[in-house]
């Protein structure tokens, strides 16, 4: 039996496929449409799903969507109306493309595909949960689930137990930990829906200064989790803005100007927010495990991508164990939908397994033949080496303080690079974290960037209480053995001269509060990257590579060896592993196109 899981309309559109239980593809539009966050019909994915399945639409034999558009539009009337004559431009702005396509779903997914089959549906925080709860490796667990809203639904806590799952209590909107997390993301510069783990990276430059004021005038905590905001400081109800003139007067005036300098109140109030969000998910998490008595814990929704908090859950909070769904938000809804089709509509059996997200490399792959191809079609010089071979390559030309590309294998669901498409440099660096952001990624100076480390050496550098971290999802301090004592003026730094201080012995990828997020790397599931950082670690000692994702600032990740090479040929990398073929830089003809990333892509 097949099925198809489809998220659309409002961003991350994603589409899943499932055979006989089997999650065989998973693709976000955005990746084939190489617009980021795509939010329209995920028409591109889904023919990818198709083909790699080896499948028609008419061997479809359900389709299921990830929410229900009518209750969504009701919330939305209900919203504009309630505020009315506020956000009449808004409402007139969403209405034709809802009337149009979003609300009659049903033959919007006939007309785009052709489908004559049952079209089913799922609700919003179902699909997080079943995302969340069916490819983890246990029989029963709790979820938690939080965004910034579904239909109504913007936090949600719950049990799956074998093939189903259930939710007890939610928080409806507005009152949304997401949506308070987002207007910090807007008020401080930052594009909502993309920018949030920007302001998740700018928090330990600051202090908390701001969180009292939190606290008493914009949300109300309550022990056992719940929370309500203060409708008055924000304007999001409205479709106009997140916040309104009241939220500035709060912190000192009107919100940053984007590409604007960022400010000790930006580093403050990005540093407040996160501390707020971490409490309020830990109320939750201690609350949940009171009512539901459950061991383990699994995590969906956009907020479950804060891996700060994350971090700080699997310390803290009374559960031993802690699965989070890699494609969080609302791409990895269309496996929620699917699987929850499956399993708890039409009835069929769950077996806990650890590979059911085949380490979430589910997108597409391209064999060394098709790589030749386009690499002698456009007379690219390229070295060839046996598969076994690359790994050792890489990691010499790493070791040599290189900065490679790498190309290997199946794309990752998800927005995390996990070794499939990934930019790789040497953690021992002091230089590597600025050369990375404003030579390659061509982005702002004080993101931080993630090791991939062996899982097996992962406890001898990091304090992650011997968990694994395989999706790039939990950040942990790095142990003391490797940290450096700073002298009294290094500790009294502020802001980004933080930056300049090195605090390990693999600054790269340590954070200025040595902390670092984490993806630790099995062999059996990626053979060629786990290959490639235990070269790294024979040659060096180091057992850790930076990896970032193949791309660059407001471009998605790459998916073909084409955009993996003109993304190589636009920045400073200095070689391009492709399957079984590595490019030099300088062996290359220069690039007709000189890239500027200010005007060539809209700015996150």
């Given at each position: 039996m097949n099925l198809l899981g489809i998220s659309a309309f409002y961003h991350d559109s994603a589409a899943v496929l499932i055979k006989d239980g089997d999650i065989t593809a998973a693709a976000q539009q955005e990746r084939f449409s190489r617009k980021k966050h795509d939010p329209r019909f995920p028409g591109?994915?889904?023919?990818?799903?198709?083909?790699?399945?080896?499948?028609?639409?008419?061997?479809?034999?359900?389709?299921?969507?990830?929410?229900?558009?009518?209750?969504?539009?009701?919330?939305?009337?209900?919203?504009?109306?309630?505020?009315?004559?506020?956000?009449?431009?808004?409402?007139?702005?969403?209405?034709?493309s809802w009337l149009k396509e979003k609300l009659f779903m049903r033959g919007t997914i006939r007309k785009e595909l052709g489908f004559k089959g049952p079209i089913l549906f799922s609700t919003h925080h179902l699909s997080h949960a079943a995302s969340a709860f069916f490819p983890c490796p246990w029989e029963e667990a709790a979820f938690i689930t939080v965004d910034g809203v579904g239909e109504w639904a913007t936090t949600a806590y719950g049990v799956g137990q074998g093939n189903r799952v259930k939710i007890l209590k939610q928080i409806n909107f507005p009152h949304s930990l997401g949506l308070l997390y987002s207007a910090f993301t807007y008020f401080t510069g930052f594009r909502v829906n993309s920018g949030e783990y920007k302001l998740m990276g700018l928090a330990p430059y600051g202090q908390p200064r701001y969180v009292d004021v939190i606290k008493r005038e914009l949300i109300d905590i309550r022990e056992d989790g719940s929370f309500r905001l203060n409708m008055k400081y924000f304007d999001y109800c409205s479709g106009l803005r997140m916040t309104n003139a009241r939220f500035g007067a709060l912190f000192g005036g009107p919100e940053r100007r984007p590409e604007s300098k960022i400010t000790e109140r930006e580093m403050d109030l990005a540093r407040s927010v996160q501390v707020v969000?971490?409490?309020?998910?830990?109320?939750?998490?201690?609350?949940?495990?009171?009512?539901?008595?459950?061991?383990?814990?699994?995590?969906?929704?956009?907020?479950?991508?804060?891996?700060?908090?994350?971090?700080?859950?699997?310390?803290?909070?009374?559960?031993?164990?802690?699965?989070?769904?890699?494609?969080?938000?609302?791409?990895?809804?269309?496996?929620?939908?699917?699987?929850?089709?499956?399993?708890?509509?039409?009835?069929?059996?769950?077996?806990?397994?650890?590979?059911?997200?085949?380490?979430?490399?589910?997108g597409p792959d391209y064999p060394d033949d098709e790589i030749q191809a386009f690499l002698d079609a456009?007379?690219?010089?390229?070295?060839?080496?046996?598969?076994?071979?690359?790994?050792?390559?890489?990691?010499?030309?790493?070791?040599?303080?290189?900065?490679?590309?790498?190309?290997?294998?199946?794309?990752?669901?998800?927005?995390?690079?996990?070794?499939?498409?990934?930019?790789?440099?040497?953690?021992?660096?002091r230089e590597m974290q600025s050369v990375l952001n404003l030579k390659i990624k061509f982005r702002e100076s004080f993101r931080p960037f993630a090791p991939s480390v062996l899982a097996d050496k992962a406890g001898e550098w990091f304090d992650l209480r011997g968990h694994e971290s395989p999706y790039m999802l939990l950040v942990a301090d790095v142990l003391p053995q490797h940290l450096r004592a700073l002298s009294d003026e290094e500790k009294a730094t502020r802001g980004f001269e933080k930056l300049k201080v090195v605090r390990s012995s693999v600054p790269a990828i340590t954070h200025v509060d040595n902390s670092a997020r984490i993806q630790t790397v099995e062999r059996n599931d990626n053979p060629a990257y786990y290959d490639m950082i235990n070269a790294f670690y024979a040659k060096t000692g180091c057992p850790i590579v930076i990896n970032t994702s193949f791309n660059v600032r407001g471009e998605p990740i790459v998916c073909t060896p084409e955009e993996a090479y003109t993304c190589f040929m636009r920045t400073h990398m200095d070689y391009l592993s492709l399957g079984s073929f590595v490019l030099d830089k300088t062996r290359q003809e220069p690039w007709k196109d000189e890239f500027d990333w200010k005007t060539e892509f809209e700015l996150d």
């Amino acid at each position: 039996m097949n099925l198809l899981g489809i998220s659309a309309f409002y961003h991350d559109s994603a589409a899943v496929l499932i055979k006989d239980g089997d999650i065989t593809a998973a693709a976000q539009q955005e990746r084939f449409s190489r617009k980021k966050h795509d939010p329209r019909f995920p028409g591109e994915a889904i023919e990818f799903c198709l083909r790699q399945g080896g499948i028609g639409i008419e061997d479809v034999d359900h389709v299921v969507f990830y929410d229900k558009p009518f209750v969504k539009f009701e919330r939305l009337l209900m919203t504009y109306l309630a505020n009315a004559p506020v956000g009449l431009r808004s409402f007139y702005e969403q209405m034709p493309s809802w009337l149009k396509e979003k609300l009659f779903m049903r033959g919007t997914i006939r007309k785009e595909l052709g489908f004559k089959g049952p079209i089913l549906f799922s609700t919003h925080h179902l699909s997080h949960a079943a995302s969340a709860f069916f490819p983890c490796p246990w029989e029963e667990a709790a979820f938690i689930t939080v965004d910034g809203v579904g239909e109504w639904a913007t936090t949600a806590y719950g049990v799956g137990q074998g093939n189903r799952v259930k939710i007890l209590k939610q928080i409806n909107f507005p009152h949304s930990l997401g949506l308070l997390y987002s207007a910090f993301t807007y008020f401080t510069g930052f594009r909502v829906n993309s920018g949030e783990y920007k302001l998740m990276g700018l928090a330990p430059y600051g202090q908390p200064r701001y969180v009292d004021v939190i606290k008493r005038e914009l949300i109300d905590i309550r022990e056992d989790g719940s929370f309500r905001l203060n409708m008055k400081y924000f304007d999001y109800c409205s479709g106009l803005r997140m916040t309104n003139a009241r939220f500035g007067a709060l912190f000192g005036g009107p919100e940053r100007r984007p590409e604007s300098k960022i400010t000790e109140r930006e580093m403050d109030l990005a540093r407040s927010v996160q501390v707020v969000t971490e409490e309020v998910m830990l109320n939750i998490a201690r609350h949940v495990h009171q009512e539901t008595g459950m061991k383990k814990l699994c995590l969906a929704g956009g907020v479950a991508l804060n891996c700060v908090a994350n971090g700080r859950l699997l310390r803290e909070s009374p559960f031993e164990d802690l699965w989070i769904q890699p494609c969080a938000g609302d791409g990895g809804n269309a496996a929620g939908a699917a699987l929850f089709a499956w399993h708890q509509i039409l009835g069929n059996p769950r077996v806990p397994d650890s590979r059911r997200q085949k380490a979430s490399y589910l997108g597409p792959d391209y064999p060394d033949d098709e790589i030749q191809a386009f690499l002698d079609a456009r007379r690219v010089p390229y070295t060839r080496h046996k598969p076994e071979d690359v790994p050792g390559v890489v990691a010499d030309l790493i070791a040599s303080q290189k900065v490679v590309g790498w190309f290997q294998g199946r794309m990752e669901f998800g927005p995390r690079a996990l070794g499939a498409r990934s930019i790789l440099g040497d953690p021992r660096s002091r230089e590597m974290q600025s050369v990375l952001n404003l030579k390659i990624k061509f982005r702002e100076s004080f993101r931080p960037f993630a090791p991939s480390v062996l899982a097996d050496k992962a406890g001898e550098w990091f304090d992650l209480r011997g968990h694994e971290s395989p999706y790039m999802l939990l950040v942990a301090d790095v142990l003391p053995q490797h940290l450096r004592a700073l002298s009294d003026e290094e500790k009294a730094t502020r802001g980004f001269e933080k930056l300049k201080v090195v605090r390990s012995s693999v600054p790269a990828i340590t954070h200025v509060d040595n902390s670092a997020r984490i993806q630790t790397v099995e062999r059996n599931d990626n053979p060629a990257y786990y290959d490639m950082i235990n070269a790294f670690y024979a040659k060096t000692g180091c057992p850790i590579v930076i990896n970032t994702s193949f791309n660059v600032r407001g471009e998605p990740i790459v998916c073909t060896p084409e955009e993996a090479y003109t993304c190589f040929m636009r920045t400073h990398m200095d070689y391009l592993s492709l399957g079984s073929f590595v490019l030099d830089k300088t062996r290359q003809e220069p690039w007709k196109d000189e890239f500027d990333w200010k005007t060539e892509f809209e700015l996150d």
